[in-house]
């Protein structure tokens, strides 16, 4: 651990970046996967699983805790970490995406955005330096800048007004989080699916020497090919030496995609969504377990995995916990799926290690390709 927030980049293989995050709470090994913890819990799971799958770091969300049970009152009950009893790092978003998203916006301009709660409909106000109080009253280790997140399809014009307003935002977020030792604030890349603007983005985050980057905007319903091009346009134009930020994704297919582009770091309500529905992410693939063929099924749903979720319980009782919808069945696939990802994540940052990055991607995506029918 260390007293300020470092970022070492041990190797590279071909664009695939092994690296480590040092800070006061902690080490994050990099590729990292950050489970989503969006008000305080990662559904279905308690902590100390999540910790006990390899997550070094989760992600809690600034909107969702501002709205419930509100930052103000985190802060006088010990902050974020005393709470959940996560002593491990936590990095917050912003609140931007799901203001956005999910509230009745009512009004957008320069200062900030003026929005409905999706809770209770009550009005509040963020504003690019509101949204660092927030994160600071939860104490979150990494804090995102508030930026404005604009769903694709949209135009050029659109999407360029939404880029600029929000690098003026990160300036004043960067002029609002200040020095605080031992913790970092991220800038966001936007732009669309347009190059040029991402480059301009890229370059003028650059230039104002922050922390870290985080790349926004993308896996929000443009195609896989779309999201990978905009990495290998935007990741060359910034620090070497800074860590980068994929955030919202994604598929186990996403994240060795974008390793392979330069991504350190990932965050995805994916795994534990997933699980909640029956769903397996697997070293063989994907695995509805809600299919009929896995009724009489008695095979776990990795009989190599260390977690007892996947090695421990047939795919049997899994389908008949699903079927009847029993919330045990939501939580094991959730644990499954989650110790799965950070299987994977591991497995990465060791072929990184040795220099064989390239055939472990190649194998990975050839058991996912070839499936799960049969015993392997």
């Known amino acids: 651990m260390s007293e300020s927030f470092q970022f070492q980049l041990k190797k590279t293989d071909g664009g695939a970046r092994l690296g480590e995050v040092s800070m006061p709470r902690g080490t994050i090994r990099t590729p990292a996967f950050m489970p989503v913890g969006t008000v305080g819990t990662v559904k279905a799971m308690y902590l100390d699983q999540v910790r006990e799958s390899g997550a070094d770091i989760i992600l809690g969300n600034t909107y969702h805790l501002m709205l ?177 930020y994929l955030m919202g994704v994604g598929t186990p297919d996403d994240i060795l995609k974008s390793v392979a582009r330069g991504i350190d770091m990932f965050d995805c309500v994916m795994p534990t969504r997933s699980g909640r529905h029956g769903l397996a992410f697997t070293r063989r693939g994907k695995v509805n377990i809600r299919n009929a063929r896995h009724a009489e099924d008695m095979r776990p749903l990795d009989e190599q995995s260390s977690c007892p979720a996947s090695r421990d319980y047939s795919r049997a009782y899994l389908h008949h916990l699903v079927r009847a919808n029993e919330a045990l069945g939501g939580m094991l696939l959730s644990w499954h799926n989650l110790a799965y990802y950070q299987e994977l994540m591991q497995g990465i940052r060791q072929a990184i ?24």
């Open 68 to 244: 419930r049970p509100t930052a103000e009152r985190v802060a006088r009950l010990g902050g974020l970490h005393e709470l959940i009893r996560w002593p491990h790092p936590i990095l917050t978003d912003s609140g931007g995406f799901q203001v956005m998203s999910l509230s009745g916006l009512r009004k957008l301009d320069e200062q900030g955005v003026t929005f409905k709660s999706h809770v209770d409909g009550s009005l509040h106000h963020m504003s690019p330096e509101r949204s660092i109080e927030i994160q600071g009253l939860l104490g979150s280790d990494i804090q995102m800048q508030l930026d404005e997140c604009v769903a694709l399809p949209a135009t050029p014009k659109e999407i360029e007004r939404a880029m600029e307003m929000s690098l003026r935002w990160a300036e004043r977020c960067k002029v609002a989080f200040g020095n605080q030792p031992g913790k970092a604030m991220f800038g966001i890349v936007q732009g669309g699916d347009i190059p040029e603007l991402r480059v301009r983005s890229a370059q003028a985050l650059s230039s104002m020497d922050l922390k870290g980057y985080a790349v926004g905007g993308l896996a929000v319903g443009e195609p896989q090919e779309v999201m990978l091009r905009m990495l290998e346009i935007t990741l060359p134009e910034l620090p070497t030496e800074k860590p980068r």
């Open 353 to 376: 290690a040795e220099g064989r990055f390239a055939d472990f991607m190649a194998e990975t995506l050839e058991n996912w390709a070839r499936g799960d029918l049969e015993p392997v």
